[in-house]
T-cell receptor
Framework: EAQVTQNPRYLITVTGKKLTVTCSQN?????MSWYRQDPGLGLRQIYY???????DKGDVPEGYKVSRKEKRNFPLILESPSPNQTSLYFC???????????????FGPGTRLTVL | QKEVEQNSGPLSVPEGAIASLNCTYS??????FFWYRQYSGKSPELIMF??SNGDKEDGRFTAQLNKASQYVSLLIRDSQPSDSATYLC???????????WGAGTKLIIKP
């Protein structure tokens, strides 16, 4: 089954404790992306990756890191989480970048993160 | 001004009626426009995409694009209670390969 998986689905942590949210897709997609979703603000892109070893900042990259060492995996790293990073996080993948007339992104189920 | 704007709603529509959702965008160079549906607690799923001015129909859904006026709309005919969800408008940025998202319109279909 074609899918994007994220782990963990729920996480409560404390300020400053490093964490990683994993994202994996089994569709051999080139493009992967991380979003955060906050009430009233919609989805905001954190980082995206056009291919292995190619990553770029989205609109809200501060406080986050990513890596793309393999095509299927795109982990999101919070080196020193803070309460303002409490949010719902989505990973997404697509065969090509969204602006290149491709028709959809496939989203993971989401990770709800709470930083105390 | 937000780059992609939607009325947050909620928009309440009787079952069987037409639901009309609107979205305006600021980047005149945008070429790709998407409507996603998101049920509470779930991830977004694509409903429609449109690239050319005019209407595009898919079943009960019609997307309308007017680049001169910089708006895109989604019509849902014969609305069903299962259409109750938040509808997200997304627009590509002209300058790079990113999507900019509206905050979404909450739609409620009343039986």
């Amino acid at each position: 089954e074609a899918q994007v998986t994220q782990n963990p689905r729920y996480l409560i942590t404390v300020t400053g404790k490093k964490l990683t949210v994993t994202c994996s897709q089994n569709m051999n997609h080139e493009y992967m992306s991380w979003y955060r979703q906050d009430p009233g603000l919609g989805l905001r892109q954190i980082y995206y990756s056009m291919n292995v070893e190619v990553t770029d900042k989205g609109d809200v990259p501060e406080g986050y890191k990513v890596s793309r060492k393999e095509k299927r995996n795109f982990p999101l790293i919070l080196e020193s989480p803070s309460p303002n990073q409490t949010s719902l996080y989505f990973c997404a993948s697509s065969p090509e970048p969204p602006g290149s007339f491709t028709d959809t992104q496939y989203f993971g189920p989401g990770t709800r993160l709470t930083v105390l | 001004q937000k780059e992609v704007e939607q009325n947050s709603g909620p928009l309440s529509v009787p079952e069987g009626a037409i639901a009309s959702l609107n979205c305006t965008y600021s980047d005149r160079g945008s070429q790709s426009f998407f409507w996603y549906r998101q049920y509470s607690g779930k991830s977004p799923e694509l409903i429609m995409f449109i690239y050319s001015n005019g209407d595009k129909e898919d079943g009960r859904f019609t997307a309308q694009l007017n680049k001169a006026s910089q708006y895109v709309s989604l019509l849902i005919r014969d609305s069903q209670p299962s259409d109750s969800a938040t509808y997200l408008c997304a627009v590509n940025k002209d300058s790079n390969y990113q999507l900019i998202w509206g905050a979404g319109t909450k739609l409620i279909i009343k039986p």
